[in-house]
């Protein structure tokens, strides 16, 4: 206990007992849905299915940020001038 008569919380690098039972429960009814077999056949149902597999499911597979080093070119056409035509 600290100074202030409370505890000083979860130790740095305890995962949260109950974030852990709740990622259980998902995988659990996952598996018995189907898993990945039949999240496969749920996209492939529909084309609005798809479009939800790819921007909201997917996307939590991709990192929150990239590092990324190299030049970027970017180039556009020159406007045209309506006084010139």
């Given at each position: 206990m600290n100074k202030s008569g409370k505890s000083p919380g979860r130790p740095k690098g305890v995962p949260n007992k109950m974030t852990m039972a709740a990622?259980?429960?998902?995988?659990?009814?996952?598996?018995n849905l189907?898993?990945?077999?039949?999240?496969?056949?749920?996209?492939?149902?529909?084309?609005?299915?798809?479009?939800?597999?790819?921007?909201?499911i997917f996307t939590?597979?991709?990192?929150l940020q990239a590092q990324v080093s190299g030049a970027v070119t970017v180039s556009w056409?020159?406007?045209?001038?309506?006084?010139?035509?």
């Open positions: 990622k259980e429960a998902v995988q659990y009814a996952a598996d189907g898993g990945a077999q039949r999240l496969l056949e749920w996209a492939q149902e529909d084309p609005f299915n798809e479009q939800i597999f790819w921007s909201k939590k597979l991709l990192p056409p020159e406007p045209k001038n309506r006084l010139d035509e």
